[in-house]
């Protein structure tokens, strides 16, 4: 599971040396939020890379993504790592339990939270009040979606989150337009602690070039169909074959029930022929090469509730 890599929690528990550390930033920095609110369009623009994907509907982000961002402010270098995670709901299935257990290692990591809302939010009784208990660390509370209201509504929204939870600071921004981002960044720099880097330099996330693919295959599934089919499907990658000339890749979609397959398919095949090749041609943006890929549906009854597949699929360690 993505976390502070275990050498660097040692060399934290080491004294502090004389003069103390100042020519280095780096720190851990969790985006939360409910569903639907805009994290994972945010990690983008933050990260400056298309890492999560996004869709108008709830509950896309499924894991914890790190992303990566190395650069330099105010000539002192630094090393952001952003981590992207599922909103946070009630769970109703196992998968729900692990993905706010993603949640919650992500926070307990935190050097900065930013705890993304809307402003069609209530502050009052808000879901993620009790998690926000389990860091110490600096909250910014990120006011998203603001390019859907109007600045008085804003203004009185702040208010109201600065009543509830007296954040570190409140930045009203919107992720989609890229307005204020500045702003939101420079909250986060002057609050991120010296600290050598944990990363390489070359390093962008935690996940690998597979599991890339399965969530490009899953946003088509989440831009393509309706209702629960969103929800009962995940993509499994049984092949990631890496050529001079192109990468060929091989995905189970598994569902949970028969009459789901055939939606999936549709009728001779034209939905599934339309995921996919919607599906080839980001990954062939994203990985910057020609895809082949071949995709089979397979029913894997309550995959959502049973333990062994869901380690299986990353869902646990
Ligand atoms: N109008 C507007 N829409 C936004 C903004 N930011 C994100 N959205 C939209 O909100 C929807 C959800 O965005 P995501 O980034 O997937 O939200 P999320 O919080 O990661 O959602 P989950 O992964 O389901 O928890 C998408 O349709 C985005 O385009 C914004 O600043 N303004
Ligand atoms: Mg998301």
Not at 184 to 201: A, K, N, S, W
Not at 287 to 307: C, I, M, N, T
Request: a negative charge; one cysteine or more.
């Amino acid at each position: 599971m993505a976390g502070k890599p275990y050498f660097c929690k040692i060399m934290e528990e080491q004294p502090e040396s004389n003069p103390p550390f100042r020519n280095h930033r780096a720190g851990f920095v969790s985006i939360i939020g409910k569903p639907n609110v805009g994290k994972s369009t945010l990690m983008n623009v933050l990260v400056g890379e298309r890492m999560s994907i996004i869709t108008s509907k709830a509950q896309t982000t499924r894991h914890r993504i790190l992303g990566i961002l190395n650069g330099k402010h105010e000539d002192i270098p630094f090393q952001l790592v952003y981590s992207d995670t599922p909103g946070v709901i009630k769970p109703a299935y196992k998968l729900h339990d692990s993905m706010m257990t993603f949640v919650k290692g992500s926070l307990e990591d935190a050097d900065v939270v930013l705890f993304v809302t809307e402003v069609g939010e209530k502050a009052a009784e808000h879901e993620v009040l009790p998690l926000l208990k389990r860091t110490d660390s600096p909250i910014i509370l990120v006011l998203n979606k603001i390019d859907l209201s109007s600045d008085e509504e804003v203004t009185a929204k702040m208010a109201e989150w600065e009543n509830e939870i007296h954040p570190a600071a409140i930045i009203p921004i919107s992720a989609l337009e890229q307005a204020n981002i500045a702003t939101l960044f420079d909250g986060v720099i002057t609050r991120l602690p010296f600290h050598p880097p944990y990363f390489d330099e070359d390093e962008l996330t935690d996940k690998p070039e597979r599991f890339f693919a399965s969530e490009i295959i899953r946003e088509k599934i989440f831009l393509n169909y309706r209702q629960e089919i969103p929800y009962s499907s995940e993509v499994m990658i049984t092949e990631f074959k890496e050529r001079d000339d192109m990468i060929v890749i091989r995905a189970e979609i598994l569902v949970e029930r028969k009459s789901q397959k055939g939606i999936i398919i549709g009728e001779k095949g034209e939905m599934l022929k339309k995921v996919g090749t919607q599906a080839r041609l980001d990954l062939e943006e994203f990985f910057g090469k020609k895809v082949f890929l071949e995709q089979h549906v397979k029913v894997e009854p309550d995959w959502r509730s049973k333990e062994n597949k869901l380690r299986q699929l990353g869902y646990q360690e």
